[in-house]
């Protein structure tokens, strides 16, 4: 195991929105060889409920980010005049550009579960989401590694789930969990995000003395 290599894995691979390259295509072949790596994650019972679809045909991407861009450009236009935090504000930037430029994203994938957490007998919802977010995780790592960027994004919500689901054509039957952009990036240099130090969030044994 090179340590050092996984390492820079571990600690670059970032949420990758304006540094997607749009005039690159991305190949079926490598999309399936990140895919075989990503389903090497663990699940729940090993229950491997997990489903991929990976949208590339131009037409259904513009269907898929038309939705996108209604929904998230009204959330961010709602939120943006409360943001002081000049990062967090660098954030929602970033995600704007993201909403407007998704139709060019290369390929889109939709990681779903096969099943409801609101049908009969459901697994608990730590297992039901814990079995797919390693996953992906695995999936954007692998992506990383052949010099691909992805972020991760959550707009399976609330009624436009529904909107979704139709230009999809999912199954009443299944969840889908996140929609990642994928793209080769502009550049292969990112780095290790701040974070606190380690030392000041974790404690040992006991919470409390
Ligand atoms: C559960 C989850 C949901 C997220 N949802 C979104 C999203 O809807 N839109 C988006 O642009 N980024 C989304 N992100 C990406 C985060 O904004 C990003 O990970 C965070 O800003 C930190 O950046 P980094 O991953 O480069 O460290 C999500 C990340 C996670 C883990």
């Known amino acids: ?3 050092a290599a996984t390492d820079q ?8 929105r304006r540094r997607l390259d749009l005039g690159r295509p991305v190949e079926r072949d490598v999309i399936l060889e990140c895919l ?3 389903v090497q994650a663990p699940t729940g019972g090993n229950k491997q409920a997990w489903r991929w679809l990976v949208v590339d045909d131009p037409e259904v991407r513009a269907k898929v980010a038309d939705i996108y861009a209604g929904q998230t450009l009204a959330v961010i236009d709602r ?3 409360h943001i002081k935090d000049p990062q967090t504000r660098r954030v929602y930037d970033s995600a704007r550009y993201l909403a407007t430029v998704l139709a060019q994203v290369p390929v889109l994938i939709v990681p779903c579960v096969q099943g409801r957490l609101d049908e009969p007998n459901a697994t608990h919802p730590a297992a ?4 797919i977010f390693p996953a992906i995780w695995n999936l954007q790592l692998a992506l990383r590694s052949r010099r691909m ?3 991760l994004t959550t707009p399976f919500v609330g009624d436009d789930e529904r909107r979704y689901t139709e230009v999809l054509r999912l199954p009443d039957t299944m969840t889908p969990v996140a929609l990642l952009p994928v793209a080769y990036t502009i550049g292969d240099e990112f780095k290790p995000a ?8 974790t404690r040992w044994n006991r919470w409390t003395d």
């Open 1 to 3: 195991m090179d340590i």
């Open 9 to 16: 894995l571990l600690s670059t691979t970032r949420a990758v």
């Open 36 to 38: 075989r790596l990503a």
């Open 79 to 81: 939120r943006y005049p």
């Open 128 to 131: 039901f989401y814990g079995s």
């Open 149 to 151: 960027g992805s972020v």
């Open 194 to 201: 701040e974070r606190p130090p380690v030392e000041t969030i």
